[in-house]
């Protein structure tokens, strides 16, 4: 059974932090490419930053410097740690694999106030 549950967002001011995480079926975490998205309202989703099985990261231009993804093999779960959080990174957040497969988890939202 697919299973992807995203936790962790929630209101926090500018310049603030939050921690999310994605605890993912073990079918389909282990040998993956996982990744963050964000969809902000009105926008297409957006690939944030990825990570590979080996733990090698690449960033989107926007979380550079201010994102780090990591992930627990042993626990099935990826995380996003997000500092210096902007208005702009205000969005659903959701974990998948890369590619995508067809199925999304609720998300977690991320609201970020000026």
């Known amino acids: 059974q697919v299973q992807l549950v995203e936790s962790g967002g929630g209101l926090v001011q500018a310049g603030g932090s939050l921690r999310l995480s994605c605890e993912a079926s073990?079918?389909?975490?282990?040998?993956?490419?996982m990744g963050w998205y964000r969809q902000a309202p009105g926008k297409q989703r957006e690939l944030v930053p990825a990570i590979t099985s080996g733990g090698t990261a690449k960033y989107a231009e926007s979380a550079k410097g201010r994102f780090t993804i990591s992930r627990d093999n042993a626990k099935n779960t990826v995380y996003l740690q997000m500092s210096g959080l902007r208005p702009e990174d205000t969005a659903v957040y959701y974990c998948?694999?890369?590619?995508?497969?067809?199925?999304w988890g609720q998300g977690t939202q991320v609201t970020v106030s000026s």
């Open positions: 073990g079918s389909i975490f282990s040998i993956n490419v």
């Open positions: 998948n694999t890369i590619p995508t497969i067809p199925y």
